[in-house]
C-alpha cells in the first residue's frame, strides 16, 4: 500500500532497517477449533506502525478453502487508521494477457507517467475508470494458467492500468502491467481482494478448463477499529464469512458479533466458517 504515492519511510534505508512490522497473529492449522463446521484455513496478520508518520497500517492474508472450489482463495485485507485525510494505492502486478476487467476503461490517448517521483515516474498511465459499489473481477491468463481477483472495491475508488517502462532511458525496465485500486481524500480506508489461480487452457487443442473463478462476490460487511468481516459467495453452494480481529488476539479471548441480525461467538483472533440462515 502506497500512501499519497510516497515510498514507505520516504525511502530511506536506515530509517525502514530501525524498524519492522509486528506480527500480530497467524493459524496454519485446519481450523481454530478443531471442528467440522469449520472450513481449512491458513492465515497470519501484521501491524505497521512507522511507514508514514501518523497512520497504522494493518495487514491480514489468508488462505481459504471453500467447498465447491477446488483450488485454494487467497484473501488479502488492508485496513489503514490515519490522522488525516490521504490518498492510498493498492498495487496488483501480474503478467500475462488481460481476460476480463470492470466496463468502462477509458485509454489515455497519450500515454504519460503516473507521477513525478517514487517510482511513479516510471509507470505508463495506460487507461482507468471509476468502480461502482459492485466488486471488481479482473481475471487474466498467464502461462497457461488463469488467475482472477475479486475486489470489494467502493463506489468512487478510481482504477488505474498501469505499465512499468516510462522515463527509461535504458530500455531495460521489465514491461510488466499493474491494476492499482485508488482511494482518494478517507484517512480510515479498506482493501479487500480474493486471489484465485484456477484451471488451465491447451494451446494445441485450443480447450480450457476451469476457466472462471469459483468467487462470484466478495462484500466486507463490518469493517470496524476491533474487527473485519467479509462475506465470501462462491458461484454455487453456501455463503462463508471471515472474521478476524484488529484488536485482542489471545487464543483464549472470547468474541461475539451480530452479523445481518444473526449472532457468531468464538474463541481466538478469528472466526471462519459458512454464513448462518435466519
Do not use: C
Not at 534505508?13 to 512490522?21: C, D, F, I, L, M
Not at 497500517?57 to 488462505?63: C, Q
Not at 472450489?69 to 490521504?86: G, Q, T
Not at 490518498?87 to 504519460?112: A, R, W
Amino acid at each position: 500500500m502506497v500512501q499519497d504515492e510516497k515510498s514507505h519511510f520516504n525511502g530511506d534505508y536506515a530509517t525502514g532497517a530501525a524498524h519492522h512490522s509486528r506480527l500480530e497473529f497467524y493459524d496454519f492449522g485446519n481450523g481454530n477449533d478443531g471442528s467440522s463446521a469449520f472450513a481449512k484455513a491458513k492465515i497470519i496478520q501484521a501491524s505497521e506502525q512507522n511507514a508514514y508518520p501518523g497512520t497504522s497500517i494493518n495487514r491480514t492474508l489468508a488462505m481459504l478453502e471453500l467447498p465447491g472450489v477446488n483450488h485454494p482463495v487467497i484473501i488479502d485485507l488492508v485496513k489503514i487508521v490515519a490522522d488525516k485525510d490521504h490518498q492510498y494505492d493498492l498495487p496488483l502486478y501480474f503478467q500475462g494477457q488481460i481476460l476480463q476487467k470492470n466496463p468502462g476503461f477509458q485509454q489515455e490517448e497519450t500515454m504519460m507517467p503516473l507521477g513525478s517521483d517514487n517510482g511513479y515516474q516510471h509507470l505508463w498511465k495506460v487507461s482507468s475508470t471509476t468502480a461502482s459499489e459492485d466488486p471488481t473481477v479482473f481475471s487474466w491468463l498467464d502461462q497457461q494458467k488463469f488467475y482472477t481477483a475479486t475486489i470489494a472495491s467502493s463506489a468512487g475508488d478510481e482504477l488505474i492500468l498501469a505499465r512499468l517502462g516510462a522515463n527509461d532511458p535504458e530500455n531495460n525496465l521489465r514491461q510488466q502491467p499493474v491494476l492499482i485500486q485508488r482511494k482518494k481524500g478517507m484517512s480510515n480506508a479498506i482493501f479487500a481482494m480474493a486471489i484465485e489461480a484456477h484451471g488451465s487452457y491447451d494451446p494445441v487443442s485450443e480447450f480450457s478448463t476451469g476457466a472462471y473463478a469459483g468467487i462470484e462476490n466478495m462484500e466486507v460487511v463490518l469493517n470496524t477499529d476491533e474487527y473485519i468481516v467479509v462475506n465470501l459467495q462462491p458461484r454455487s453452494g453456501d455463503a462463508y464469512l471471515l472474521m478476524v480481529t484488529l484488536k485482542d488476539h489471545g487464543k483464549s479471548t472470547m468474541h461475539n458479533l451480530t452479523i445481518k441480525e444473526l449472532n457468531y461467538q468464538w474463541t481466538g483472533p478469528f472466526w471462519y466458517g459458512e454464513q448462518k440462515k435466519k
